[in-house]
């Protein structure tokens, strides 16, 4: 399990958090939930694995950015293991746990769906070319957070931007914040410089008919688009649509699979650079 450290000071700040509950729900609810629910779901059977990853999400879902830069993987990488040749968080059991399944919903919403590991983060620094990249559907923008720390030039856009409309899929909550990085209504993009080539970047496009995803790749490639970095699920899964699987297939080439990408046991996801053909 990799290692935690903490400052005195914060242990006592925690402690002191942690003792009132009133103040913690009202400060942070997520995190209040996650503690009320928890002792009630199945969890890995290992009390100590399950207290250090408590610790942990407290930690980190109440410390924000002022603990670490990217505070989900700090809460989730010690429960990665390899299954089946991918490295999944399951916290050592093929079938996770229904505690996991629980902390997992209430992550997703405050950071994303898909996790940054920092190796995921290298790979894309390295295929992106010195290109800026431009992502479309950000949620939270989390990802784009990321990759700007990396030192990759970065925008981001969405069609319910957090901090500007409400958005189901990342609802607002005392204790978190609505973008890690700032994310711009779509209609921004159309007043973009098209002479100015970038890398697509689509993570976690919505799928179950939903036409985002195809219709980001048929605009990009009108403008002269050559480089995507697809992450998500495959054709038939939850991310994408029929129309954009297929456009791959008839005029892209799979350039490059990330290796060591970390998803939750529950998905299918994998991250993917697609090029021109």
Known sequence: MAKM???????????????DEQRLQAEYPRVAEYL?????????GDDQVEAAFGLRFVHYMTGGSTVSPNPYWDIVE????????????????????ARLAFAQTILQAAYSYAIPSPTTIEWIS??????????????????AAQLSHAGIAVEA??????????????????GQVDVWHPVGPLEELATRSRSKSYVLFLCWPPGWGNTMASEALLSFEASGGERLIYIGEPKG?????????????????????????????TAKDSAQCWVRR
């Open 5 to 19: 450290t903490m400052t005195a000071q914060r242990w006592d700040e925690l402690t002191v958090l942690l003792k």
């Open 36 to 44: 009320d629910m928890a002792e009630g779901l199945s969890g890995t």
């Open 78 to 97: 010690p429960l990665v293991f390899e299954h089946k040749g991918c490295q999944v968080i399951n916290g050592g059991r093929e079938g996770g746990s």
């Open 126 to 143: 390295s295929l992106s070319a010195d290109l800026p990249i431009v992502e479309l559907g950000a949620g939270r923008g989390y990802w």
């Open 157 to 174: 856009y969405d069609l319910e931007p957090p901090d500007k409309v409400k958005n189901v899929s990342f609802l607002g909550a005392a």
């Open 237 to 265: 899964g939850a991310t994408g649509d029929d129309v954009f699987f297929d456009t791959l297939s008839e005029r892209w080439r799979l350039d490059s699979v990330e290796p060591q990408f970390v998803s939750w046991w």
